[in-house]
């Protein structure tokens, strides 16, 4: 149980362009939704915190307007990155907080890696 | 702000010996700690977690301690094995602060040697 999934594993864009990753609890509703980056042998760095039902809450330095949060339903977060450029090329993961219970471990998702053109 | 903190960047262990990674915290208010591992091109895969009440958690040839006087958290491997080679990362939360998103270390990076 508690398995996050993220579509698409990898993905390469063009600068300018526009990419949506997809966040899934499969087994589990998430009443909460996590998007974290990390960048080549570093550590991951929260991003924003995504809440079912209401707007996602945005770390300080992350740029709400350029990364766009829509969490619609407990099982289902989505991350867009509006004209994306090379310095956005990273490695997105998500990790998701079962409902209802707190102090409960998070489960990650397998990531995302975007590359920038 | 604050940020968690790994004291060794690699790791190098014989296959079956044991294996100690460490980590300090600065944020004395967090108050649950989470060891996680992280293979290439994966996501972070949960170990062992533990409460600021307790000192001690252990787990399947694993074991976490925790001391909240220096502000130290390791993680011992018993009988280290070729699977366990990976990126191990700290993470701290302040539950009482309203956001739960985790503030993860450095990491460490485990070469298991045959």
């Known amino acids: 149980g508690a398995v996050v999934s993220q579509h698409p594993s990898r993905v390469i864009c063009k600068s300018g362009t526009s990419v949506k990753i997809e966040c899934r609890s499969l087994d589990f509703q998430a009443t909460t939704m996590f998007w974290y980056r990390q960048f080549p042998k570093q550590s991951l760095m929260l991003m924003a915190t995504?809440?079912?039902?209401?707007?996602?809450?945005?770390e300080q330095g992350v740029e709400k307007d350029k990364f766009l949060i829509n969490h619609a339903s407990l099982t289902l977060s989505t991350l867009t990155v509006t004209s994306a450029h090379p310095e956005d090329s990273s490695f997105y993961i998500c990790s998701a907080r079962e409902h209802g219970i707190r102090h409960n471990e998070q489960f990650f998702g397998p990531g995302t890696r975007l590359t920038v053109l | 702000g604050e940020s968690v903190g790994l004291h060794l960047p690699t790791l190098s262990v014989q296959e079956g010996d044991n294996s100690i990674i460490n980590c300090a915290y600065s944020n004395s208010a967090s108050d649950y700690f989470i060891w996680y591992k992280q293979e290439s091109g994966k996501g972070p895969q949960f170990i062992i977690d533990?409460?600021?009440?307790?000192d001690k958690r252990q787990g399947q040839r694993v074991t976490v301690l925790l001391n909240k006087t220096v502000k130290h958290l390791s993680l011992q491997i018993a009988a280290t094995q070729p699977g366990d080679s990976a990126v191990y990362f700290c993470a701290e939360r302040y539950s009482g602060g309203g956001a739960d998103g985790l503030t993860f270390g450095k990491g460490t990076h485990l070469i298991i040697q045959p």
């Open positions: 995504s809440n079912e039902g209401s707007k996602a809450t945005y």
């Open positions: 533990i409460r600021s009440n307790m």
